[in-house]
């Protein structure tokens, strides 16, 4: 899978946009100056490059190594600093409560990963600290504005809810959502968006 990921974040162009997704954009009030972000599953940094913008401190994972690099070259023309880390997030481990917050936007695994990846997620921050994540639903796929194309790959908002008890939610939507992210996101779509505090 993480070949797939190279090749397309190989081109110059940013295929997912240069701003950040308007969920993270939105919400990233609940994130104090200074604190320490990790975003999962980062791509081209688009998000990264956004809250280290916002005055945060900013680590960024990916499997693709082109994304990473992209990240690096957009952090730099946007006058940022953000550190990046190669990351198989299904299989390599994560720091143990380092971070105020983390943040995952399309992070899309198969069913069977989807609950590692969530609870390293968790397991990246901090008590009292924040993990916010939009993903598509598998709805999406009626709808072919991007992501995915096999449910396989998409979330069930009751797994979600499973996954969330025990914490205190402070947001939960599932529904239609306008993305306009690249040429890969484009149009109405159908999501799940989590915010939680550990």
């Given at each position: 899978m993480g070949n797939t990921w190279n090749e397309r974040f190989g081109s110059e162009q940013y295929v997912y946009g240069e701003e950040p997704n308007l969920f993270i954009k939105n919400q990233a009030h609940r994130l104090e100056k200074g604190r320490k972000v990790v975003c999962f599953a980062e791509g081209e940094g688009r998000n990264a490059?956004?809250?280290?913008?916002?005055?945060?401190?900013?680590?960024?994972?990916?499997?693709?190594?082109?994304?990473?690099?992209?990240?690096?070259?957009?952090?730099e023309s946007n006058g940022v600093k953000i550190e990046t880390e190669q990351k198989d997030l299904i299989h390599d481990s994560v720091p143990d409560a380092e971070f105020d917050a983390a943040i995952m936007v399309f992070g899309h695994f198969a069913?069977?990963?989807?609950?590692?990846?969530?609870?390293?997620?968790?397991?990246?921050?901090?008590?009292?600290?924040?993990?916010?994540?939009?993903?598509?639903?598998?709805?999406?796929?009626?709808?072919?504005?991007?992501?995915?194309?096999?449910?396989?790959?998409?979330?069930?908002?009751?797994?979600?809810?499973?996954?969330?008890?025990?914490?205190?939610?402070?947001?939960?939507?599932?529904?239609?959502?306008?993305?306009i992210e690249g040429q890969l996101h484009t149009g109405t779509g159908h999501v799940i968006q989590v915010i939680l505090e550990k």
């Open positions: 490059v956004y809250l280290a913008k916002q005055g945060l401190d900013v680590t960024a994972y990916d499997y693709a190594q082109n994304g990473l690099k992209k990240t690096e070259a957009l952090s069913k069977h990963d989807q609950k590692t990846v969530f609870d390293k997620l968790v397991h990246a921050v901090k008590p009292g600290g924040i993990v916010m994540l939009e993903v598509y639903s598998e709805d999406q796929v009626q709808y072919g504005t991007g992501g995915p194309k096999t449910v396989d790959m998409l979330y069930n908002p009751a797994d979600l809810l499973q996954w969330l008890k025990g914490f205190k939610v402070l947001h939960f939507f599932y529904g239609e959502q306008e993305r």
